[in-house]
Structures are given as C-alpha cells and as structure tokens.
C-alpha cells in the first residue's frame, strides 16, 4: 500500500483518486507520520448505491418514516405553543 503525506494528498487528490480506482491499490495519506485517512477503490455493481455500504448496519427504519406521527390538531396546538413564546 502506497503512504503519502497529507500535503502532497491535497495538492495531487484527485489524480490520486484516479489512480486508486484505475490500479486497485489503496493509498494510506499521513499526518506528521501518523496515519489519518485510507483512499481506497470501491467495488460496486450497476446500480449500486455507494452509501450502502457506509450505513450498512448503523440505520434502522421503525415505522412510518413519511408520515407524520402528530395530527392536524396536534400541529396546530404546537404552532400556537410556538406563536405564544415568540410574544
């Protein structure tokens, strides 16, 4: 794996990014000699979504997630609390 400095990432990152996706080889980038950040190539299908494989297994949907879980009066009871702080 190929390790380069921070400073050197930032001027060059986007010919970087095309060199790890063109060879397949990650790249470690550094900070005053310290690891801080690891480039490397994703592997998707037509199709896929490339954020699936960052939220796999951090998110879980209970319920309804479009509708509202408050009704029409309950709104307008909020709206009005609200109107009545602002005053």
């Not at 390790?3 to 470690?28: H, N, S």
């Not at 879980?60 to 005053?87: M, R």
Request: charged share 30%; net charge negative; aromatic share 8%.
């Amino acid at each position: 794996m190929r390790t380069m400095p921070a400073g050197q990432f930032k001027a060059t990152c986007l010919a970087v990014m095309d060199e790890v996706q063109a060879k397949r080889e990650p790249v470690l980038v550094t900070k005053n000699g310290k690891p801080v950040a690891k480039l490397v190539p994703l592997d998707l299908k037509e199709g896929d979504d490339p954020l699936d494989a960052f939220y796999f297994g951090k998110i879980e949907i209970l319920g309804d997630i479009v509708s509202s879980p408050y009704t029409d009066d309950e709104w307008d009871v909020f709206e009005g609390e609200a109107l009545e702080q602002l005053k």
